[in-house]
């Protein structure tokens, strides 16, 4: 009987910690908007009104908030958000310093957040006396011209990366052929074609026999602002029948789990979000998903390599193949890594031995690049 | 109001609490009687689990780029950790007429399935990264063959991640960014 007092007591004490509910108040100014976001310690059931000047929000429980006033000097739009309590419910209200538009709100999960994204309202600038309003206006004006998309860069700059080099052999053939040898050869093939046919500037990331990391390699490629990145390769496989050429591009499967990452970063609390160290992270994960803003073009690319390849290889076109390569990853433009041939395979290693097969490749691969060139610059 | 009805109410009302009593202590008897079954039912499922564990395995054949499936029992557990380990153990073994995507002397270390993110943590020892053969087939044929055999016969893995010796590691022989986790990719598989 006594454990189950103890029991009811403990029951009684642990619902009023489950159903209590403490809200923090916050709010931040971006460059176009503000935020505003209410954070609870539990989920809360809300209404929401709109006025003039304010925003009320009814919660349909007495909450506990810090002040009941929460002053917000530092922010452009907001002026202040008042706690009130009435038969059971708590209100918060947002005042604004001017007139505003809600641009968008949502509800986050753990914790539980309510986000509004609050934007000044266009009528509230025609209250502004008129000297102010030109001022604003011609500002608009002015931000207007700079938030236009630039005027498309035709491509001026393309990077070769012959795959492997130094102490990393790559893929070894039967007859001990390598592949670093092979791809520096191609690489060097399709730079000549390229300067001397189209007149570009070609930068590749190895020019002889030394090991650069993958990370280097793309490093290399975004400081030099090239707008195409053809990485050089020759294949192996376990299967020895495996044959024909491959031209891959980064698969979104793969940077599927930079987006989770990404989404959860984004999910955490706002006030953090800011801090150093998670915007180090978050820097990481964006640079390791540069190359999804390209894939569309990465896709194009391929497929114009591929179809030549396919020509000149006479191989039935099996697509244009996607997976996470490294390489690829941090690379912020149009990318493709080729695999010229299976090294694994007799045959394709005795035409990887002779250097007429090597020109016929690299022609392909140009003819590939400049049909790429010619679709980027007239879309 | 006289006595009599104030000693009927107190005695209406000492009836009332008594009833109220007996139903509260009946309904915990009841729900430790329960508690007793469902110790039962646990042992059943305990009992349930140890059986061999039917699986369909894919295997890469010489002349073809796909995995073929063969059915194996690959033996009783008493955890899901060790039907897992049990099941990248099989893969590992070398199969005539098959082709093993995997360099020689490749052991499993550890499995860890971490289940809020539906991942399976696989831990391969140092030879993964001194004797893979280099190449970009490769390193997919020994990716896809693990993962789409794990996703396909445990329906509660989403997602494999490989670590050698307990590390990550960017690629496996410069290719394939294996820092994060794979999704399975069917293509490789040909059901029959």
């Given at each position: 009987m006594r454990n189950k007092l103890i029991f009811l007591i403990l029951f009684v004490l642990i619902g009023d910690c489950l159903f209590s509910l403490s809200i923090n108040v916050r709010s931040f100014d971006h460059q176009n908007y503000t935020r505003i976001v209410f954070e609870g310690d539990n989920s809360f059931g809300f209404k929401m009104n709109n006025f003039k000047n304010s925003i009320k929000i009814e919660i349909n429980k007495i909450a506990n908030i810090k002040n009941r006033i929460t002053k917000?000097?530092?922010?452009?739009?907001?002026?202040r958000v008042v706690h009130s309590t009435k038969n059971n419910k708590s209100f918060l209200t947002v005042y604004f310093k001017s007139k505003f538009n809600i641009k968008r709100n949502f509800v986050l999960e753990k914790p539980f957040r309510v986000v509004f994204d609050v934007i000044k309202s266009e009528?509230?600038?025609?209250?502004?006396d008129p000297s102010e309003n030109k001022r604003v206006k011609q500002e608009s004006k002015e931000s207007n011209i700079k938030d236009k998309p630039p005027k498309k860069k035709l491509i001026e700059i393309i990077c070769i990366d012959p795959g492997h080099g130094g102490t990393d052999l790559g893929a070894v053939g039967r007859?001990?052929?390598?592949e670093k040898g092979i791809t520096l050869k191609v690489s060097r093939k399709v730079k000549k074609l390229i300067e001397s046919k189209l007149g570009l500037r070609v930068i590749t990331t190895?020019?002889?026999d030394v090991e650069v990391s993958l990370d280097s390699r793309a490093a290399m490629a975004n400081n030099q602002k090239a707008q195409v990145f053809v990485s050089i390769h020759v294949n192996s496989s376990f299967r020895s029948s495996a044959r024909g050429p491959e031209t891959y591009y980064v698969s979104l499967k793969a940077t599927d789990q930079e987006a989770f990452k990404l989404a959860e970063k984004e999910n955490s609390s706002l006030g953090e979000a800011f801090k150093t160290a998670e915007n180090d992270d978050l820097k990481m994960i964006l640079w390791n998903m540069a190359q999804s803003e390209y894939i569309k073009e990465s896709s194009k690319l391929a497929s114009f390599i591929q179809n030549e390849l396919n020509i000149l290889m006479h191989?039935?076109?099996r697509g244009v193949k996607q997976a996470p390569f490294r390489v690829l990853m941090?690379?912020?433009?149009?990318a493709v890594l080729i695999e010229?041939?299976?090294?694994?395979?007799f045959y394709e290693e005795k035409s990887l031995m002779d250097d007429s097969f090597l020109d016929k490749v690299a022609n392909a691969i140009y003819t590939g690049i400049s049909k790429f060139i010619y679709f980027y610059n007239n879309i | 109001m006289n006595k009599n009805k104030i000693y009927f109410l107190i005695a209406i009302a000492f009836v009332f609490f008594i009833i109220v009593l007996i139903i509260f202590f009946k309904s915990s008897c009841y729900s430790g009687k329960k508690e007793l079954e469902l110790s039962k039912e646990e042992v059943q499922e305990k009992v349930e689990q140890i059986k061999p564990v039917k699986v369909k395995m894919f295997f890469f054949q010489k002349n073809s780029r796909y995995m073929r499936p063969f059915s194996y029992e690959i033996g009783i557990f008493k955890a899901r950790q060790d039907v897992y380990k049990a099941f990248i153990n099989e893969l590992l073994k070398s199969r005539e007429d098959c082709i093993n995507p995997i360099p020689e002397g490749l052991k499993l270390r550890s499995v860890f399935y971490v289940k809020k993110r539906k991942i399976l943590i696989v831990d391969f020892n140092e030879v993964l990264l001194n004797k893979f053969p280099v190449g970009t087939s490769s390193e997919l044929e020994f990716i896809y063959y693990f993962v789409d055999n794990i996703c396909y016969n445990f329906k509660e893995i989403k997602e494999v991640k490989f670590l050698v010796s307990g590390n990550e590691y960017k690629t496996i022989s410069g290719h394939?960014?294996?820092e994060n986790p794979f999704y399975p990719d069917y293509r490789y598989l040909r059901d029959e």
């Open positions: 917000t000097d530092d922010s452009q739009l907001i002026d009528e509230s600038d025609r209250d502004l007859s001990k052929l390598m190895r020019d002889k191989t039935k076109n941090r690379v912020a433009m149009p010229i041939a299976f090294i694994s395979n | 394939i960014n294996i």
